[in-house]
């Protein structure tokens, strides 16, 4: 279905119908501060496995990340970071960018790869932040691409509709997405690394 849900002041009835859908194994495609994303609860871990086999990728290969509401969980999935990359995460977020940081045992086993790390996301946009929120979990996000092949993405989420609104349970409507991924900052070693730079800035004082 395509579900609009208004993008400044999110209605609590459509936020609450996205997170029992989420809670029940639903998948869901919804706006970020950058382009649409598609997830699920990260507890629903063969959930995942159908997200990846949705965008006919290895989910040992997939790049996901997870959005969190804000970083009050950080440290429910990460490793404790140092003070210095603490202060630059929340200068930075709500806000474009992907931190890649050390997974703790609290990440699913699926997502760890060899160096065990994990993208966190807290965009800035009200619909998502009020999703994770109710749903109490952080949701797993990867981006919808017209084709992998390529980076280009999708904008209209009516026309994201027309193309996955038969694989997935929800498309949210909230409004016109940007063409522009988050730009990700490798944080591992305690010190920030641009691996890909998109909509944020990456300021001369992080590096």
Same mark, same amino acid.
Request: glycine share 4%; aromatic share 10%.
């Given at each position: 279905m395509l579900l609009y849900i208004h993008p400044s002041t999110p209605e609590e009835r459509k936020?609450?119908?996205v997170a029992d859908c989420l809670r029940q194994g639903g998948i869901v #495609?919804?706006?970020t501060d950058t382009i649409y994303g598609i997830g699920c609860d990260i507890t629903k871990y063969k959930v995942i496995e159908r997200i990846a086999a949705l965008k006919g990728k290895n989910l040992k290969t997939e790049?996901?990340? #997870?959005?969190?509401c804000d970083l009050s969980s950080l440290s429910d999935y990460t490793r404790p970071i140092n003070n210095s990359v603490y202060r630059i995460m929340k200068k930075a977020l709500p806000g474009p960018y992907t931190f890649i940081l050390e997974a703790n045992n609290n990440v699913p086993k699926i997502f760890h790869n060899k160096r065990s790390s994990i993208g966190i996301r807290v965009? %800035?946009?009200l619909i998502t932040q009020s999703i994770v929120r109710e749903l109490?979990?952080?949701i797993v996000s990867t981006s919808v691409? #017209? %084709? %992998?092949t390529i980076d280009e993405y999708i904008t209209d989420p009516e026309l994201i509709y027309?193309?996955?609104g038969d694989m997935v349970d929800i498309v949210i409507h909230g409004g016109y997405g940007d063409n522009v991924?988050?730009?990700i900052i490798d944080c591992t070693d305690g010190t920030p690394t641009l691996i890909r730079e998109g909509k944020g800035e990456f300021l001369n004082e992080w590096e």
């Open positions: 936020v609450r119908q #495609i919804y706006p790049r996901f990340s #997870i959005i969190c965009p %800035d946009n109490g979990n952080p691409k #017209i %084709d %992998d027309e193309r996955f991924p988050s730009t």
